[in-house]
């Protein structure tokens, strides 16, 4: 039974993106995942959407629009109900602990490579119901 | 004159002449000339008789014997022996004044003589042997004194010239407003041979001192009379005549020179040749300078070349990090691949023997080489950010945290931990590299311990008369002489079975030198290990 609407994957890097898809899948925690390829395609992606996503799971290094500039802008536009969890990964803890430090709108900060426990910490945490 | 009444050869008996000769006040004295060989010529007069008074002026006996050349020599420069000549060849009757200051005799004389046939009689006073007045004594004493005096004076003026004559200094004497030469000296006139100055102003005598504005010191030191000193006044003077003036140093000394009256009249040059010294104090300069300058382009140099080094430092840097960067979203994804592929494996085949050690093979390799890749970028971070602020560090308290942190490491290892650190022992150092330093002492010392012992770790610390020494020792692998020497270089694994990147040492050495501390190692292979850190306090 699925726990989540919706959940957006931005990353560049495919790989990623086929690994995080297949674990969100076989996990089985929602009912559609959305995948973009960088932080503009991620606001495109959340434009047209009709309802927002339950989780994001935004990569922190990517190009056209990174994780930070993107929680910039996201944090531009008018305020989604429910607004939805944001966990920002990246491969590198001193780039995560470098973005930690400058107060951005995530709820949790995720070191890559990401496992099955790491994304039940993420909902035992965001989503206790 | 009337004839007299009776004839004096009548009145006056040959005893009453021998008598009036022995009373008379006035020298006679009878003298015969003496002739040369032919027969004509006076040559010298002959002296016969001396009376008492002539005996008493001239300090001869009253038959002296001699001549008046003979006794007397100065009578022919005085003139007395033309006198003596004249009066006895022609027979008049003449007078002769001198002042006879020679052969023992210092006075006025006054002379008269007459021809008596072969004889010629000679009458004399001396004003020194009359009784004088007491106004002529004095002035006689104060003409005498005078006389010392100035002899005096002139015997000091000698001695003076003397001085300024062998003084090696160029010394000349002006005098008046025009500055006339009176005296160079021998120095002077050295320096110009082909000039002639005495009796010329010092303006015509040396006109190069016009436009070097030593002519107006000369005027100001005769118009005020305060001496004048120019110290190492350049000069370029024509001293051989040759058209081509030459460079001098001069140090200059002008004193106003006065008159018996205390009226200035003069003035005295002296001045000495300081070219050699001022020449030499120039190349010391010069050299200096060039030195200073060569110092300063070399500095220049090194400063570029350290700009260069830095340049290339950080580009170095930042490919590293870039690169570490670049290689860890790869190992994440082969990471979660191998994730990914346990889950999708059906068990039978995931436990399949060969599949399982595959699996297990690969997930450790993924594992090291992520290690590594986080080392590298932990390597270039630390060259980003090691110049924290140096502050006093609580040793104890560092250790204990430190021990805190690694206790499931050192329980695991079996490890017994044993410290001796004084409580209030601080260390001057950025305080997270100093952690950094002593949590990698205390990894290694549990990380390579020995298997066959329990490991035992002592850590000690010590304020020595200007330092603060870290010991931590340990009774595990050890090291041998060829391990150790390549200790502390970057990536350099000694010990192949334990996890490790090999950047732990070089790292830590390099956070001791740069805080300007410094490492030592004394190991023995199976006995253990000692690293000591000596830091200044």
Redesign the interface.
């Known amino acids: 039974m699925p726990l989540l609407s919706s959940v957006l994957l931005v990353d560049d890097?495919r790989?990623?993106n086929f690994?995080h898809k297949?674990?969100v899948t076989?996990m089985g925690i929602a009912a559609q995942v959305l995948v973009a390829e960088d932080g503009q395609q991620a606001l495109d992606t959340l434009a047209k959407a009709s309802a927002p996503p339950a989780l994001i799971l935004l990569d922190l290094?990517m190009p056209v629009l990174n994780g930070v500039d993107f929680l910039k802008r996201y944090a531009q536009l008018p305020l989604a109900s429910p607004r939805p969890v944001i966990a920002l990964l990246s491969?590198?803890d001193?780039s995560l602990d470098h973005a930690r430090s400058q107060h951005l709108l995530v709820d949790a900060y995720l070191i890559?490579?990401?496992?099955r426990e790491k994304i039940q910490g993420v909902l035992q945490q965001c989503f206790p119901q | 004159m009337s004839a007299p009444a009776v004839p004096l050869s009548d009145l006056f008996t040959a005893q009453d002449w021998l008598t009036l000769l022995d009373v008379s006040l006035t020298g006679i004295h009878l003298v015969r000339p003496v002739y040369g060989p032919e027969g004509r010529r006076i040559l010298d007069f002959a002296i016969e008789y001396l009376n008492p008074a002539a005996q008493r002026m001239t300090g001869l006996g009253e038959q002296p014997g001699g001549t008046l050349l003979g006794r007397f020599p100065h009578a022919l420069a005085e003139g007395v022996f033309q006198y003596y000549q004249q009066v006895f060849e022609t027979g008049e009757h003449r007078t002769y004044e001198v002042n006879y200051q020679a052969d023992g005799l210092d006075n006025y004389f006054r002379f008269s003589a007459r021809r008596s046939g072969a004889h010629l009689l000679v009458s004399f006073t001396d004003t020194s042997d009359q009784d004088r007045s007491q106004v002529e004594q004095a002035l006689r004493e104060s003409q005498a004194f005078e006389h010392a005096a100035r002899a005096e004076a002139e015997q000091q003026r000698q001695r003076f010239l003397e001085v300024l004559t062998h003084m090696p200094a160029y010394i000349a004497v002006y005098q008046g407003p025009d500055h006339i030469y009176q005296f160079v000296n021998p120095a002077y006139q050295s320096l110009f041979p082909h000039r002639s100055f005495l009796g010329l102003p010092f303006r015509e005598g040396t006109p190069e001192a016009v436009a070097l504005g030593v002519v107006a010191l000369f005027d100001q030191v005769y118009q005020t009379g305060e001496p004048v000193y120019l110290r190492e006044m350049e000069g370029w003077f024509d001293f051989h005549g040759t058209g081509q003036p030459v460079q001098v140093f001069l140090n200059i000394s002008l004193h106003p020179l006065r008159d018996v009256h205390g009226q200035l009249d003069g003035v005295l040059d002296f001045t000495y040749d300081v070219s050699e010294q001022v020449r030499t104090r120039h190349q010391v300069e010069a050299l200096n300078q060039e030195l200073e300058d060569r110092v300063q382009a070399r500095t220049q140099e090194l400063h570029d070349t350290n700009g260069q080094l830095r340049r290339t430092n950080a580009d170095l840097d930042t490919f590293v990090y870039t690169a570490s960067h670049d290689l860890k979203a790869p190992i994440t994804n082969v990471e979660g691949l191998l994730l990914a592929l346990h889950e999708v494996l059906p068990a039978e085949v995931r436990q399949a023997e060969l599949v399982a050690e595959l699996l297990r093979l690969l997930q450790d390799t993924v594992g090291r080489f992520r290690f590594t890749i986080t080392q590298l970028t932990d390597l270039v971070r630390l060259q980003q950010s090691q110049s924290g602020p140096v502050e006093p560090v609580a040793l104890g308290a560092l250790l204990e945290a430190v021990c805190q942190d690694l206790a499931p490491e050192i329980q695991a290892a079996g490890a017994t931990v044993h410290w001796l650190v004084p409580a209030d022992l601080h260390v001057p150092f950025t305080p997270a590299n100093l952690r950094s330093i002593v949590y990698n002492l205390l990894s290694n010392a549990v990380k390579y311990r020995a298997p066959d012992r329990p490991a035992q770790v002592w850590i000690r610390a010590e304020q020595q008369a200007d330092a603060v020494v870290l010991a931590v020792q340990d009774n595990g692998l050890g090291l041998d002489q060829t391990q150790q020497g390549r200790l502390f270089q970057v990536f350099q694994r000694l010990h192949t079975h334990v996890e490790g990147s090999g950047v732990g040492l070089y790292m830590i050495k390099r956070l001791i030198e740069n805080g300007g501390a410094a490492i030592a190692v004394r190991s023995e292979p199976s006995v253990g290990t000692t690293f000591t850190v000596t830091f200044r306090a």
Do not use: F, H, V
């Open positions: 890097d790989t990623a690994l297949l674990l076989t290094n491969s590198s001193y890559k490579p990401l496992t």
